[in-house]
Structures are given as structure tokens and as C-alpha cells.
């Protein structure tokens, strides 16, 4: 059946340019109107064929498996801590050491990917060395509510002490409160 729509499709993409061609020239124009009737004929059969086939089992089965999911995940007062952790992230991240190198300033966007609305948002960050060793951890509490499926910016959060040492940090969130 694959190869029957395979060759239907060939025929229809390749008769109608070849077949509007042919017309152009008056001593092929009868043939030319003859070819590209037929690959409009050809492809009416190939899509009659793909209609009456009907979904195929690929289809079929990432249908089947959407349904499966919208049954299978919990609801948001379902889910656990740590699956509500999980669809928090923190992205955009710029940071720089002030106050004579020594304070950690912060920039960065929380998204919130839960179905509910979550505040108190607590955000860790680490920071490495030359060598890649963690050398510091500062964590703090952003007091703001993170609407549900929503983001929040945090422009110049002041993190507290950081080692002079630090090269780079990468941030993630580490708790939270319902609202």
C-alpha cells in the first residue's frame, strides 16, 4: 500500500510540470494536456487511497500515549515536593562580584512550570573555581509569588559573600511556599 501512494505521489509531482511544459509547445500540446490531467488524476487516487487507509499505526499509537499521559499525571495537589522542584527552572543568569569583590549581585528569571502558584522561592546558587571545584554556595529567598505555567525576573539580587576565587556560578531553585 506504501508503494502504491509512493508511486501515485511520483507520478502527480512529476506529470504536471512535465505535462505544463509539453503545453507550451504546439506540437506536444495534446500530449502535454494528456500528462497533466493525468498527475491531477494520479494525485485525486493519491489522496482517495491515504483517506480510505485511515490512521496510520504510528498515528494510532502516539495518539493512544497522549491520551495515556493526560490520564496518567497527577494533579497539581498530587504531585510531591520534588516533582514540584523539577518543573521549576532558572534561566537568563548574569552575576557579578561587588563591593571590592566580595558581594555576589545576581540576575536571572525563575520559571514556573507547575500548575499552581508558588511564592517564597528559595534559589541556590554554586559557584566553581579555575579547576571546577565548588567553592561556594549562597542561597536566597525571593519573596514573590510565581504565578502557575508563568516566570518571574529578579533583577540585582544581592546573594551575599563570595569567594574572590569564583570563576563561575549556576543557580537552581531549592524550595518554595504555597500560596
Not at 495537589?77 to 557579578?96: D, G, K, P
Not at 525576573?153 to 518554595?176: L, P
Amino acid at each position: 500500500m506504501d508503494v502504491l501512494v509512493g508511486l501515485l505521489v511520483l507520478a502527480s509531482m512529476v506529470g504536471a510540470p512535465v505535462g505544463l511544459l509539453m503545453c507550451l509547445s504546439v506540437a506536444k500540446r495534446d500530449l502535454g494536456k494528456t500528462i497533466a490531467l493525468g498527475s491531477v488524476a494520479c494525485f485525486g487516487a493519491m489522496i482517495v487511497v491515504i483517506v480510505a487507509r485511515g490512521p496510520t499505526s504510528a498515528t494510532k499509537a502516539a495518539s493512544t500515549e497522549t491520551v495515556a499521559q493526560a490520564v496518567v499525571q497527577p494533579k497539581p495537589e498530587n504531585l510531591t515536593r520534588s516533582q514540584m522542584l523539577a518543573n521549576f527552572r532558572v534561566s537568563a543568569l548574569s552575576w557579578h562580584k561587588d563591593g571590592f569583590g566580595t558581594i555576589m549581585t545576581a540576575s536571572f528569571v525563575v520559571h514556573n512550570d507547575n500548575r499552581v502558584s508558588l511564592r517564597d522561592i528559595e534559589v541556590t546558587c554554586s559557584s566553581t573555581g579555575p579547576s571546577g571545584s565548588i567553592i561556594d554556595t549562597n542561597a536566597r529567598t525571593v519573596f514573590e509569588v510565581v504565578r502557575d505555567r508563568s516566570y518571574l525576573q529578579v533583577d540585582k539580587m544581592n546573594m551575599g559573600f563570595i569567594r574572590a576565587e569564583a570563576t563561575e556560578t549556576k543557580c537552581r531553585v531549592t524550595g518554595f511556599a504555597r500560596t
